[in-house]
């Protein structure tokens, strides 16, 4: 998507350890404006799908997830990495590796609101090597509900889990797709 391109052009800085920083629009900032041009163009990729679940992680999942699920006239799920105690203790839960953080967490999400009635889109901000996304698809096979598809804004494909999902026959839609980022120098696919 040009317009997405453009921006991480403009305000995205490609950092060491391959981490691409989008704060001013995507992260910590967030601009509701161009998010819900994205969330738009998602819903046009996948409006005949019969979706009427989005499945999330928490956090930086959840702001683009809202403005899909209001396109779609659907729930949002997220999966959360600790247990609260405002939390029911049934739930379904997948190991993953953050990385960001760098740490080891436990995806869980409440068995009643993910079942096998749902017709699930996964959405998340970025896509690395793929360990959320498994994640939450493991969920979604525990709970006998169908994935429809994977809808990321920002792909670096240099990290190679968008193609092995591709490759495995799902229908996975980037946005922007980073062929490479080296020396700060960001190009697309
Ligand atoms: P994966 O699980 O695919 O390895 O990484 C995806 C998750 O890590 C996303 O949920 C996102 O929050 C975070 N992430 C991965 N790469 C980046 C990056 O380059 N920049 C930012 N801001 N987050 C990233």
Known sequence: ?????????????????????????????????????????????????????????????????????????????????????????????????????KTQNNLMVSKSFLTSEDNVLVVDDFLANGEACNSLLSIINQANAKLQGIAIAVEKAFQGAGDRFRSSGIDLYSLAIIESMNEGKIEFR
């Open 1 to 101: 998507m040009q317009l997405l391109e453009s921006y991480i052009t403009k305000y995205g800085k490609a950092l060491p350890g391959d981490i691409l920083k989008v704060d001013s629009f995507l992260n910590f900032q967030i601009d509701v404006e161009l998010l819900d041009r994205l969330a738009c163009d998602i819903y046009q990729h996948f409006k005949d799908k019969n979706i009427n679940k989005i499945l999330t992680v928490e956090a930086s999942g959840i702001a683009l997830s809202t403005l899909v699920a209001k396109y779609f006239n659907c729930k949002l799920v997220f999966a959360k990495k600790s247990k609260t105690l405002n939390m029911s203790d049934d739930f379904y839960s997948e190991k993953c590796f953050s990385f960001t953080h």
